[in-house]
Structure formats: C-alpha cells, structure tokens
C-alpha cells in the first residue's frame, strides 16, 4: 500500500484503473484474512500525486475535511476521486494545461 503514489504516477493518473488496482490488493489482504489499517493515508497520498491541478486541490479538501473528523472510508474516498475524474474528464478539464 505504501507504494501507491508511485504506482499512480507509473499509470498516468487513471483514477479509475487506480481503484481497481487497490481493491484487487483489498481483496488479496482479505483473503488472507488481513487488511490495511492505513488504507486511507495512503489513498490520500497518492490521489495527491495524480497529474491534475483541480484533482489535487479537491482531494486536499477531503483530506481537512477528515482531518477535521468528518467520516471517510477507504471506498468512499476511492467513489469520490473517481466521480471528480470522470467530471473533469467530461468537462475536457482532466489535466488541462493552465
């Protein structure tokens, strides 16, 4: 799990194929009866190491916003990073250039 942020960066930032890749490891660790205590950190570190500006700056406010005690889980943050990319991909926004 910790080398997340590497591994978005290797995939180009495709937050979809991301997710997969992290449910794949959810559901390797949960058939071996384990799990990841620290999910959530790591997911945090690595959608901030995706390759859009607005992406990022969204993915912070989420970030203080559960640093601020708001409940976040593993999925639902995998769900929003997922709704914002395919929002900015449909608007032509996904990695624009400023």
């Given amino acids: 799990m910790a080398n997340l942020p590497t591994y978005i960066t290797n995939i180009g930032s495709d937050i979809p194929?991301?997710?997969?890749?992290?449910?794949?490891l959810m559901e390797g660790l949960a058939s071996r009866g384990q799990e990841s205590t620290d999910l959530l950190v790591h997911?945090?570190?690595?959608?901030?190491?995706?390759?859009?500006?607005e992406f990022v700056k969204y993915i912070k406010e989420k970030e203080s916003q559960y640093e601020?005690?708001?409940?976040?889980?593993?999925?639902?943050?995998?769900?929003?990073?997922?709704?914002?990319y395919k929002i900015l991909v449909e608007k032509e926004e996904w990695q624009a250039k400023t």
């Fill in 17 to 24: 194929a991301f997710n997969q890749h992290v449910k794949l």
């Fill in 43 to 53: 997911l945090f570190n690595a959608f901030k190491q995706a390759g859009d500006g």
């Fill in 68 to 84: 601020e005690g708001q409940e976040f889980t593993p999925t639902w943050l995998m769900h929003l990073a997922e709704q914002k």
